[in-house]
T-cell receptor, first 113, second 116 residues
Framework: DTGVSQDPRHKITKRGQNVTFRCDPI?????LYWYRQTLGQGPEFLTY????????KSRLLSDRFSAERPKGSFSTLEIQRTEQGDSAMYLC???????????FGQGTRLTVV | AQKITQTQPGMFVQEKEAVTLDCTYD???????LFWYKQPSSGEMIFLIY??????QNATEGRYSLNFQKARKSANLVISASQLGDSAMYFC?????????????FGTGTRLQVTL
């Protein structure tokens, strides 16, 4: 499968726990994006990587959130001290160039109980 | 800031009929891109079609076409010959360039239900 891959697909965690999600982009894509989607809404931009450099972060990305992309390949998104409001679908996307279409993974659905 | 408006929370269409999903946008940029994505219940966002702001012809991809009216700032998606598998959420999005970065701003979506 050559698409964007996300792991896990589903995560249930207790409030206060830390969680980490992984995204493997399409192999030749050097641009990677994280989005968050809550129920009934469209995805909202969280952060953007070009290769290993994190070039933009949304104000939605509080201090409890951190994203990395070591070596410019896969990326991880960590949420520390999860809160119920963090419950959402976390989507990863990648693109070949800044102007080409972004392809999305199937997302990680996080439920904080 | 850019904004995308989708005014139809839900739409019904009979199988084999055509349907138009509305999208209007607001931007002060001269160069921008407009996208439509399909999101089935599985959650994945599936890219459907793209229209660049300088493209003079409306984009088409198989049964999907984008009715781009620049002066009215609208980018409606037309699905011809609807199929049961077209039932899903549909999102209109606009690409925004911020320096070297690029990000999509999405509308709230339209849920399409295709009926027999």
């Amino acid at each position: 499968d050559t698409g964007v891959s996300q792991d896990p697909r589903h995560k249930i965690t207790k409030r206060g726990q830390n969680v980490t999600f992984r995204c493997d982009p399409i192999s030749e894509h050097n641009r990677l994006y994280w989005y968050r989607q809550t129920l009934g809404q469209g995805p909202e931009f969280l952060t953007y990587f070009q290769n290993e450099a994190q070039l933009e972060k949304s104000r939605l990305l509080s201090d409890r959130f951190s994203a990395e992309r070591p070596k410019g390949s896969f990326s991880t998104l960590e949420i520390q001290r999860t809160e119920q409001g963090d419950s959402a679908m976390y989507l990863c996307a990648s693109s070949l160039t800044r102007d080409s279409e972004a392809f999305f993974g199937q997302g990680t659905r996080l439920t904080v109980v | 800031a850019q904004k995308i408006t989708q005014t139809q929370p839900g739409m019904f269409v009979q199988e084999k009929e055509a349907v138009t999903l509305d999208c209007t946008y607001d931007t002060s940029d001269q160069s921008y891109g407009l996208f439509w994505y399909k999101q089935p219940s599985s959650g994945e966002m599936i890219f459907l079609i793209y229209q660049g702001s300088y493209d003079e012809q409306n984009a088409t991809e198989g049964r999907y076409s984008l009715n781009f009216q620049k002066a009215r700032k609208s980018a409606n998606l037309v699905i011809s010959a609807s199929q049961l598998g077209d039932s899903a959420m549909y999102f209109c999005a606009m690409r925004e360039h911020t320096g070297t970065a690029s990000k999509l701003t999405f509308g709230t979506g339209t849920r399409l239900q295709v009926t027999l």
